[in-house]
Every structure is written in C-alpha cells, then in structure tokens.
C-alpha cells in the first residue's frame, strides 16, 4: 500500500528528480520519502530507518534530497520545521567530495567544525561531521541551543558498520580504534526531541544490523535491504601456492608496460605489507618508464600515503578515462569513493570479514557492465581476526556462491537467476553448458593459480601487523585494518 499519494508529495518527488537530473528514484528512494510526508502530514514522529544498500543504490541521495524535498513540501499544505541534513561520515574524503558534489547542484553543504556558532548553521541543506567531532565539548553545548535544534531534520549515519567495527574492540586488553562511533546514541539526547536516525551502509548481516540498532537505539526502524551480491559480478576464487608476488602479478605488469594508459582498470586490495610489496614488482619494472607520479599509470593508497598522492588518486578513479589503470589499495581506500570504468577487484588474501569484501569488490561494475571479483588466497593468508563468514567463503567449494551470500545477509529476495551461468561464479561456471564458457581474464599468472580442491586444508592463523594511524585533532582517520 502506498504510503502517500497526494499531490503536494508527488510535486516534490517531481522535483527532487529535476535537481538530480534522474527519471525515476529506486523503491526504497521513493518510500523514503514518502514515509517523511505522511508522518509530517499525521503530526506524528518520522521513524528511525535501517539502509543496507549495495555500492551506487543511491544511498546518499537520501540526504543529498531531503532539504529539498521537505522545502517543497513546506510550500504545500506540509510546514516542516526542520529542513537540515545532520550527516556523520568517518572519512574526510569522502566529506570534501560530498560538499563539492553538492555545490555543483546548488545545495549548500557545510562541515561541522569545532568553532561553529548557531548562526553558521541558518540556511544548511547538509551539515558534515565525524564522530569525533560531534561528540566533542564545544559541539555538545552547541546542539543543547534551541536554534540549531529546530533546524536538524535526520541524523544520516554513513558507512554506520564502522560502529561495531571501529567503535568497538574484541580484544578486552585492547581499545577500540574509533570509541565515539559506539557512542553516537548520545546525539539523541543532546538534540532533545525525536529526530529520526537513518543508519546507511552498503552491506550488513544480521548480527551486525542488529548490533548497529541497538546501539543507536532505534525503536522498530524501517528496513531498506538488499543483498550485496550485484549481478553484473562474477564472482571467483583462487589459491596460490606460494606469495611470490613478482611472478602472480608479472602478466598484469605486461599488460600494463604494453597497453599503457589503456590498460584495463584493476584494483588490488589487501594488507599494507601486500600493498607495498605488489607496487615495488610494478615500480621495479615501469618506473623508468614513469618518474612522476602525477604521469603513473599505477599507484598505491594506504593510510600514510601523501595527501596530494590520495587527491591525485581518487580524482584520477572519478574520471572513466583517468591515468591511474592499476591501484594497490588497503581498506583506507574502500569507503564512498564512486571508481569510474573499474570492472575488476582482486583481493590479495581474504579480508577480516565478508562486509569489507563485498563492499571493496562492490566498487567494480558501477556502470551496470559485466565485472569480476577475484579473491586470491595464498599460504597463510588468514589474519587474526578473520571471521568465520570470510573463512567458510574462502572454503566453499561445493555450492553457488550467490546461494551462501543470500544466505548469511540473511536476504528475502529470490536468487538471481544467472545466464549464462558461467558469469555467476567459479561453481557455476563448471555447470554451464551455453557452449561459450569463459572465465573473465584475470591478468594473474594462471600456471601458478588452481581452484581450492581441498576443504581440509588447516588454516593457520598469522599476526595482523597493520598499524592505525590516528590524527590528533580528533577527526576522521584513515585505517588500513
């Protein structure tokens, strides 16, 4: 049943679309919204809402929208008080890019900074912050006044799976990586009225939504879910006998010393030891070729790689045709950023977890074009902290891998019916019988690569020597768990 039909909310759904030059909003979008106007309408409280979306669903169009949409229904028969978008994002980049994104469309966006007075916020459609930064003295006393209070519509959560992976620690000897992000609740007191939270991430498993409602003390949020298992992605994996990476990654060197800047785009994720190992094999062979880094088509990205490098990278990822052909990357450069023309992932050695793998592979096949994601495991690949989920991944060899996806999200929908099945996944591609089989080409040395044959193999557990780097100031930092 529809939740709104009126025309005042149809007009500004209308709108919406205009501004963002788009003919149509995704269902969840839509009912969004309209959730918004019928409970404005009937005077009662908008409820909390839980969005578990894969990579480019449109998440942030949520709060991109919002001020306009209520704006316009401020001109009809609806008077929203509040029309401000508060958005708390782990990652500065990912801020200055939003706050440029928006600017561009005539929505004013602004970040959240410690000197901040209540006339700083009058006329905001979207208000940036970090955790850090929210919870701090000066913004606490600052969201107490009246007047910023009336103008806050929702409080956005971004990437909210960081609240249970960075806000808290398994390790009772150790503290967590980011503590303010399991404190975010607190925001809910301070603002002293009922403001909707709207919790969004690309992927969530059970455990982990329910972790992240209970910490934000939502009370029966509307639920927004899909599997992350995106059907333009096939889905492979392999192991490798050895970690030799000058022999694995020798083909894709070749391929890009020939084809230059019209390699394929690949990026590689794994640890940061990894990351700097595999960039050494690319730079022993091309540097020459390539001293400067502002004309390599390769690069690497982690926590401590140089501001105007990480600047270079991710505008070069935002641009289908960009110099940058080839990234070796740690989780740091995971999160937000929208890579143009990018159809394979390869993650050297597993993940801590299935949420980091799905959203990292997830940034392949954007553009709704056929991709593969390759997960390579090689001796003793598995970290300390590896989740059972990314072990039994790791060990599937006797089902679709599509099949255990739905299954541990937890997922309602239907499996997707694959054709031709060889672009589902490694099983699949043994039973397809289109007479036109081929797995994508992975650009990795296949004569040292076989599929996993044995499920008894031990997995032997190594120490995860990744360093977190963190900034002084207390805003986000970058991570290369």
């Known amino acids: 049943m529809e939740v709104c039909g009126d025309k005042v909310c149809a007009d500004a759904l209308e709108v919406l679309k205009k501004k963002f030059g788009i003919s149509s909003l995704k269902d969840y979008q839509t009912d969004f919204f309209k959730t918004f106007h019928h409970h404005l309408q009937q005077q009662q409280r908008v409820p909390d809402f839980f969005i578990a979306q894969p990579t480019g669903h449109g998440k942030s169009l949520l709060f991109q929208g919002i001020s306009c949409f209520l704006g316009h229904l401020a001109l009809g028969q609806v008077q929203p008080s509040s029309t401000t978008a508060l958005v708390i994002c782990p990652i500065n980049a990912l801020i200055e890019d939003q706050v440029a994104l928006m600017a561009k469309r005539d929505i004013i966006a602004k970040r959240w900074t410690h000197d901040m007075c209540a006339k700083d916020l009058e006329c905001v ?217 990018l159809h394979q992932v390869i993650h050297f050695g597993p993940p801590a977890d299935l949420d980091s793998y799905f959203q990292e592979s997830g940034r392949a096949g954007r553009d709704g074009k056929q991709s593969v994601a390759l997960l390579l495991r090689y001796p003793k690949s598995f970290i300390r902290n590896s989740s059972e989920t990314i072990k039994e991944y790791c060990l599937l060899e006797d089902k679709c891998r599509r099949q255990m996806l739905l299954k541990l999200y937890d997922s309602s929908e239907k499996i997707p019916e694959i054709t031709p099945q060889h672009n589902c996944c490694d099983f699949c591609y043994q039973s397809c019988d289109c007479g036109d089989c081929h797995l994508p080409k992975h650009f990795i040395d296949v004569d040292e690569i076989k599929p996993i044959i044995d499920v008894d193999e031990e997995v032997v557990v190594e120490e995860d020597t990744e360093c977190f780097e963190k900034e002084d100031s207390g805003n986000e930092i970058d991570s290369d768990e």
């Open 125 to 341: 459609d979207v208000l940036f912050t970090s955790p850090e930064t929210i919870l701090s003295d000066s913004s606490r006393d600052l969201l107490k006044k009246k007047d910023v209070i009336k103008t806050i519509c929702a409080v956005f959560v971004d990437e909210s799976h960081c609240i249970e992976k960075w806000g808290t620690s398994s390790d009772k000897r150790r503290a967590a990586f980011r503590e303010s992000f399991s404190q975010l609740a607190e925001v809910r007191s301070l603002l002293a009225k009922p403001i909707p939270f709207v919790a969004m991430m690309a992927t969530a498993m059970r455990r982990t939504r329910d972790f992240i409602i209970a910490n934000l003390q939502m009370y029966q949020p509307k639920l927004y879910i899909r599997s992350p298992g995106k059907q333009n992605i096939t889905y492979t994996l392999h192991t490798v006998n050895h970690k030799n990476v000058d022999k694995i990654f020798q083909p894709l060197i070749e391929e890009l010393r020939i084809h230059k800047y019209d390699c394929e785009r690949v990026v590689i994720f794994s640890n940061r030891d990894n990351v700097v190992d595999i960039f050494g094999s690319f730079d022993y062979i091309l540097r020459e070729e390539y001293p400067m880094y502002e004309t390599r088509p390769y690069a690497m990205y982690h926590s401590t790689t140089e501001e105007p490098i990480k600047k270079h990278i991710v505008e070069s990822f935002q641009d289908p045709n960009g110099t940058i052909r080839i990234l070796m990357a740690t989780i740091a450069f995971g999160m937000g950023i929208d890579c143009k023309n």
